[in-house]
């Protein structure tokens, strides 16, 4: 039996990003389950023809249907392609993206509105800026090191 070496999803990611970087054809991909075990052809030789496949699929096909497994007339086409119509994956439509840029820009300004909004503060008067001055040049003056 065959030793695997354990990899953690980081190593995992990285063999794809691999794969996808160097454009790995469906044969590839095909040689790399054989040569992991996963496929139950034992030979290593590259005849693995979509033609053939189908050829040999066929034939597995009559021996069921021969064994009488298949009882309420399915076809081989029927089993092939019972999720071909199947949604794997959903795109939005065109209204559907204006109208969620359009609830995120609201959201947005309303909370760029209440956020930054500028508060307003009158303009401090001249005692309490003078206040302020005597209350920095206090403290510079405690600290150590300040004539």
């Not at 979509?50 to 298949?70: F, P, Q, S």
């Given at each position: 039996m065959k030793q695997f070496k354990n990899?953690?999803?980081?190593?995992?990611?990285?063999?794809?990003?691999?794969?996808?970087?160097?454009?790995?054809?469906?044969?590839?991909?095909?040689?790399?389950?054989?040569?992991?075990?996963?496929?139950?052809?034992?030979?290593?030789?590259?005849?693995?023809?979509?033609?053939?496949?189908?050829?040999?699929?066929?034939?597995?096909?009559?021996?069921?249907?021969?064994?009488?497994?298949?009882?309420?007339?399915?076809t081989l086409s029927d089993l092939l392609e019972v999720d071909a119509e199947l949604l794997i994956a959903s795109y939005p439509t065109d209204e559907e993206i204006l109208k969620s840029l359009m609830n995120n820009n609201?959201?947005?300004?309303?909370?760029?509105?209440?956020?930054?909004?500028?508060?307003?503060?009158?303009k401090p008067h001249r005692i309490e800026m003078l206040q302020s001055f005597e209350t920095i040049k206090r403290g510079f003056q405690m600290e150590e090191n300040v004539p």
């Open positions: 990899i953690d999803l980081r190593e995992a990611i990285a063999e794809l990003y691999k794969v996808w970087k160097f454009d790995a054809t469906a044969k590839t991909i095909r040689n790399c389950f054989k040569r992991g075990g996963f496929s139950n052809q034992t030979d290593d030789s590259d005849s693995d023809d979509e033609d053939e496949i189908l050829a040999d699929l066929k034939e597995k096909w009559k021996t069921v249907e021969g064994n009488g497994r298949i009882t309420n007339g399915a609201k959201g947005q300004q309303n909370d760029s509105y209440s956020e930054n909004e500028d508060v307003i503060q009158p």
